[in-house]
């Protein structure tokens, strides 16, 4: 569902190591009770055992 001046973005952070961890990002802006803009809210949520899983899934799928 699209809501005005919500975003959100799923990407990956790979390490020098090589390890690869992904992330779910959503910004959303916050408001005083004025209605006027006070800041933002950041939510980051790590999804690497969501997006493992779902690789896992999709390899085994086209095995069938």
Known sequence: EERPGIFSDNSFIRSSDGCTKWYSATSTPHHDITGKLS???IIIKDITDRKEFENKLTQSESLL
Do not use: A, K, Q, V
């Open 39 to 41: 800041g933002t809210i």
